[in-house]
């Protein structure tokens, strides 16, 4: 239902960067929520009238630009179709945030700040907000291939120290991030909080690495939303014995308590709606190049008929 | 009136409504209720004994002249039904559908002491349909008041007071975190019940008198309350964001693939429309064995969802009496029709799983009446040895929600022990220039004291900027607030 010309809702897209054929960035407009954000929080995207909310960690937000950030992976058929949609100049058509308790940006003097895989981006906002509050902040970042790397240099402008790691070596040292991160707390014992963002199995695998150290390590968890305000309870984790609304309170929260294999189980709710509208997509791409083809076809005869 | 009617003189019966096949409509979203027809409405009205001390209208939580719309209604002058309801009541198509009119005005009908009470309800519906078909919308001439209202949440407690603001000539803004407006009217209470064109309807009502919408505003994360007074330039906000936040049974399973709140089911179902999933791209997998644990106007909209949605059978689980069961009479009735099972004094325990992590059934314990609690309903209490486990692949609960904690972590305002406003009699919270009303003061309770409380804090933020406030007089000679009398007062219809 059209409502009145909102002021807060332009959500035009003003800049479009592709880091790898699934990693794509984009910059919107969106000047208060430019102000209001903090590391740690989401925003709930809608691309269109008939598509589903998804929780996006903001990746940066810039308020003299008056931009956020957002950093996607397309791995399902919402965020393949934003892929392909999403151009500059476009206009997302729903874009509700910042939500979620902002990261708490402790006194720690030295950080280590983890990203893997989809968590790399969402990790930088908490990286430069320690840098700014004075602590030394450790860098580990996890990669494929060095083809797949992107903001080294956003990275390296807030990081004492960045360690690079790849499945195949190309760039950095050869491993996961958890080998990352047992090089950097053997090399830095003074280290005493670590921040770990990536897909579960990974945030999982970080903790689970630096709890022989005893080093805090806060997760920001990305469970299946609907509203973000707290209204719909899908988002329900298990954080030591207690059960947390992700959207409302967290999304943050002590890795060393939540239990990932809950997550996980829970984050497959929806696998065969999921897989059925990827295929459907997919299916539907297909025919679109087909008729494409079809068309191009088409007009080559009629040229060539003119012609003749 | 030539003659007094009485007890004996009114036709005995109360009109029937006519409804959707309960076969049919189990397989659709109509609405259910068709509602009154002219002659219906009309042979309805005559069993009304315009008492003298009418019951009817303190039983209204917005005290609706309702022996009064009544007799307009009877001398066939819909338009001016219709301006005695507004008076009172912004939203009538909506009230007439989802108000407990059997706890409230026909609770109290004086008909109703030897017979069927007047159906009011239905009535009040049958001029709100009427005026939004004919494009009926009472915009006083208002004058214009310097001062910025931002009303914090689009549901009914929020749209009542913005609609009061604005007649007050305050420039009012609605700020609401859905991308549509409409609060629970929109995501929680299904089309069958209450259909969208319906809250459409009410809502471009209030863009006439000069209401604005913010959708996908988070109020409070994107901006706080406090900057709203301090730096926004708003002279008063209200708060009406509503509870919100589901509770869940806490028992084991409680986090299985297939246990949600009826506010996940609802919203994705209503609001993102997953019913037509896969042409929108929300999914709402749906079991064939549905149990819904609560027997509250939710856990029934939850129920009839369900079954619409193609589950063979669907289950309300409650553990005290349908006597208990703090739904409205009528939506227990239809549920029934519909062929829902209920298993009433029955607990649940516990959510059995499969190894997937997906649900498969439910343990339950029979319960019976004890002695009667705090809330003066006798307390069901489990039988001894009386577990048992039925097969069910898909848990839905609708037993309350608790306060959403967004305003309270994002503000100083004061809060209640439960996480409530705290509020006092006029619904002026601690900070001043601030007012709160519905769920986020009281808890869970209905669309009409949310409006009814909508419309008393807009009273209080009246006296608060100094604005005139013509509902303070009691005069029986207003329309939304404005005297009559007065000159500059036009009545418009818009087409």
């Known amino acids: 239902m059209p409502v009145n010309e909102p002021t807060t809702s332009y959500f035009e897209i003003v800049k479009r960067e592709d880091y790898s054929d699934v990693t794509y960035m984009l910059e919107v407009s969106h000047p208060l929520m430019a102000r209001a954000a903090k590391p740690g929080q989401f925003v709930i995207v809608m691309s269109h009238e008939d598509g589903e909310r998804i929780p996006l960690t903001i990746a940066d937000f810039d308020a003299q630009k008056g931009t956020v950030t957002l950093v996607i992976q397309a791995v399902g058929k919402t965020t393949r179709e934003m892929q392909q949609t999403c151009?500059?100049?476009?206009?997302?058509?729903?874009?509700?945030?910042?939500?979620?308790?902002?990261?708490?940006?402790?006194?720690?003097?030295?950080?280590?700040?983890?990203?893997?895989?989809?968590?790399?981006?969402?990790?930088?906002?908490?990286?430069?907000?320690f840098k700014e509050l004075g602590a030394k902040v450790i860098g580990v970042l996890g990669f494929r291939n060095k083809d797949l790397v992107f903001w080294e240099d956003k990275f390296k402008s807030v990081c004492d120290e960045l360690i690079l790691c790849t499945?195949?070596?190309?760039?950095?040292?050869?491993?996961?991030?958890?080998?990352?991160?047992?090089?950097?707390?053997?090399?830095?014992?003074?280290?005493?909080?670590?921040?770990?963002?990536?897909?579960?199995?990974?945030?999982?695998?970080?903790?689970?690495t630096t709890r022989p150290f005893g080093v805090k390590t806060m997760v920001s968890l990305n469970p299946i939303m609907v509203d973000g305000t707290g209204m719909c309870g899908g988002c329900r984790v298990k954080v030591g014995e207690q059960v947390k609304f992700a959207c409302v309170d967290g999304p943050d929260f002590d890795g060393h308590l939540v239990d990932f294999d809950d997550l996980m189980v829970r984050l497959r709710r929806y696998k065969e709606e999921e897989n059925a509208a990827m295929k459907r997509f997919e299916e539907s791409c297909r025919m679109r190049d087909f008729m494409v083809t079809d068309a191009e076809v088409r007009e080559a005869i009629t040229t060539q008929m003119g012609e003749a | 009136?030539?003659?007094?009617?009485?007890?004996?003189?009114?036709?005995?019966?109360?009109?029937?409504?006519?409804?959707?096949?309960?076969?049919?409509?189990?397989?659709?979203?109509?609405?259910?209720?068709?509602?009154?027809?002219?002659?219906?409405?009309?042979?309805?009205?005559?069993?009304?004994?315009?008492?003298?001390?009418?019951?009817?209208?303190?039983?209204c939580p917005v005290n609706i002249n309702i022996p009064a719309f009544i007799e307009k209604l009877g001398q066939k002058d819909y338009r001016g039904a219709y301006d005695v309801i507004t008076a009172s009541n912004l939203l009538p198509s909506v009230c007439g559908r989802v108000c407990p009119q059997e706890n409230q005005c026909e609770g109290v009908c004086v008909v109703g002491e030897s017979l069927e009470p007047v159906a009011i309800g239905?009535?009040?519906?049958?001029?709100?349909?009427?005026?939004?078909?004919?494009?009926?919308?009472?915009?006083?001439?208002?004058?214009?008041?310097?001062?910025?209202?931002?009303?914090?949440?689009?549901?009914?407690?929020?749209?009542?007071?913005?609609?009061?603001?604005?007649?007050?000539?305050?420039?009012?803004?609605?700020?609401?975190?859905?991308?549509?407006?409409?609060?629970?009217?929109?995501?929680?209470?299904?089309?069958?019940?209450?259909?969208?064109?319906?809250?459409?309807?009410?809502?471009s009502n209030l863009k006439k008198l000069g209401v604005r919408f913010e959708c996908n505003t988070l109020v409070g994360r994107l901006f706080t309350i406090e900057q709203m007074i301090e730096e926004m330039g708003y002279q008063a906000v209200f708060i009406g964001t509503g509870a919100g936040y589901p509770s869940m049974l806490n028992i084991p399973g409680d986090s299985l693939n297939g246990v949600l709140s009826a506010n996940e089911l609802l919203t994705r179902c209503n609001l993102m429309r997953a019913r037509d999933f896969p042409k929108v791209d929300t999914p709402l997998p749906l079991g064939r064995k549905v149990a819904v644990v609560g027997a509250g106007n939710t856990a029934m909209d939850a129920l009839r969802v369900c079954l619409r949605l193609g589950a063979e059978k669907v289950y309300c689980i409650y553990r005290r009496t349908k006597a208990e069961a703090p739904a409205r009479a009528e939506e227990i009735h239809h549920a029934e029709q519909e062929g829902i099972e209920f298993h009433w004094l029955t607990n649940p325990v516990e959510v059995l799983g499969d190894d997937t992590g997906n649900v498969r059934g439910m343990r339950c314990v029979r319960m019976e009446?004890?002695?009667?609690?705090?809330?003066?309903?006798?307390?069901?209490?489990?039988?001894?040895?009386?577990?048992?486990?039925?097969?069910?692949?898909?848990?839905?609960?609708?037993?309350?929600?608790?306060?959403?904690?967004?305003?309270?972590?994002?503000?100083?305002?004061?809060?209640?022990?439960?996480?409530?406003?705290?509020?006092?009699?006029?619904?002026?919270?601690?900070?001043?220039?601030?007012?709160?009303?519905?769920?986020?003061?009281?808890?869970?309770?209905?669309?009409i004291e949310a409006m009814g409380a909508g419309r008393r804090a807009a009273r209080a933020m009246k006296s608060y900027l100094g604005l005139r406030d013509d509902d303070a007089l009691e005069s029986p000679g207003t329309l939304f607030g404005i005297d009559l009398r007065e000159h500059n007062y036009a009545r418009v219809r818009i087409a």
Request: charged share 20%; hydrophobic share 40%; glycine share 12%.
């Open chain 2, 1 to 59: 009136m030539a003659k007094k009617r009485t007890v004996r003189t009114i036709p005995q019966e109360r009109t029937a409504v006519r409804e959707l096949d309960p076969v049919v409509r189990g397989t659709n979203f109509e609405e259910v209720n068709c509602g009154y027809n002219e002659k219906e409405a009309l042979l309805e009205s005559e069993r009304c004994l315009f008492c003298p001390d009418p019951k009817c209208i303190a039983g």
């Open chain 1, 167 to 208: 499945d195949d070596g190309s760039v950095g040292i050869k491993g996961m991030v958890t080998d990352g991160i047992k090089l950097a707390l053997e090399r830095h014992p003074d280290i005493d909080e670590a921040v770990a963002i990536g897909p579960p199995v990974m945030m999982k695998a970080s903790a689970e």
């Open chain 2, 122 to 203: 239905r009535l009040e519906r049958f001029i709100g349909d009427r005026a939004i078909a004919e494009g009926w919308v009472n915009i006083p001439a208002i004058e214009p008041a310097p001062y910025k209202v931002g009303i914090v949440g689009s549901g009914p407690a929020g749209m009542a007071c913005a609609a009061d603001m604005a007649k007050a000539g305050c420039d009012v803004t609605v700020f609401e975190a859905f991308h549509e407006p409409g609060g629970v009217l929109r995501y929680g209470i299904p089309e069958f019940r209450l259909p969208n064109s319906v809250i459409d309807a009410e809502i």
């Open chain 2, 369 to 447: 009446l004890g002695e009667p609690d705090s809330s003066g309903r006798r307390r069901p209490v489990p039988i001894e040895d009386s577990e048992f486990d039925f097969e069910t692949d898909q848990v839905v609960y609708a037993i309350g929600t608790n306060a959403n904690p967004i305003i309270g972590q994002t503000s100083n305002l004061g809060l209640n022990k439960w996480g409530y406003i705290q509020c006092d009699d006029s619904l002026a919270t601690s900070l001043a220039g601030v007012f709160a009303g519905g769920d986020i003061v009281t808890g869970a309770a209905t669309v």
């Open chain 1, 87 to 129: 151009q500059v100049g476009t206009r997302l058509y729903g874009l509700v945030g910042p939500m979620g308790i902002p990261s708490s940006l402790s006194h720690a003097t030295k950080v280590l700040c983890v990203g893997g895989g989809l968590g790399v981006a969402p990790v930088y906002p908490q990286a430069r907000g």
